[in-house]
């Protein structure tokens, strides 16, 4: 074997070396990427199940509040103009209920704004307002809400939390 041969079978051997040193290289970086976009989807999917299971249990906070007006409203002693402190203490139970929950639902905006999912947002934001708004109304101006207030607000959140879990849907679809 001569000097020849021998920086032949040399090159051949590194040019080798090197190639397979590069397909290892782009090879790894894809499943890397391919890998950390698999888990981002997870986390995205995971953000808008925790954020559906949240924003269900403040809606059955919110049905129980509203479940317990009005029964007041429809049993055998209605507000007549006022809860009487029986009535009062029921609503307020209620209430602690609907107040918890009401805090989960700040971190399910947050999630929801991390991902990218506008929509839901916004409708949870409109469903919060006519809430509280209620709410407020309610007990911090300790005023008695009508029959039709009740029945008013009640309708504007159902209808706001059909398109809020229509939007949830479809930002869950999108990924």
Not at 105 to 122: D, N
Not at 140 to 149: D, F, I, V, Y
């Amino acid at each position: 074997m001569d000097v020849y041969d021998l920086l032949d079978t040399t090159i051949k051997i590194g040019l080798g070396a090197a190639a397979s040193g590069i397909s290892a290289y782009v090879l790894a970086r894809q499943s890397h990427r391919s890998e950390m976009r698999k888990v981002a989807v997870l986390r995205r999917m995971d953000i808008l199940e925790k954020a559906s299971e949240r924003s269900e249990e403040f809606m059955r906070a919110w049905r129980e509040l509203t479940g317990t007006l009005g029964g007041m409203f429809e049993g055998l002693h209605p507000p007549k103009p006022y809860f009487s402190e029986a009535q009062w203490k029921s609503v307020m139970a209620a209430d602690e209920i609907l107040m918890q929950a009401k805090d989960q639902i700040y971190a399910v905006v947050a999630g929801l704004r991390l991902i990218g999912a506008t929509e839901p947002v916004k409708y949870l934001n409109e469903i919060n307002l006519a809430i509280g708004s209620f709410r407020d109304e309610m007990m911090l101006r300790h005023s008695t809400p009508t029959a039709e207030g009740l029945r008013g607000v009640r309708d504007e959140v159902g209808k706001l939390r059909k398109q809020f879990l229509s939007s949830l849907s479809k930002s869950y679809a999108a990924f």
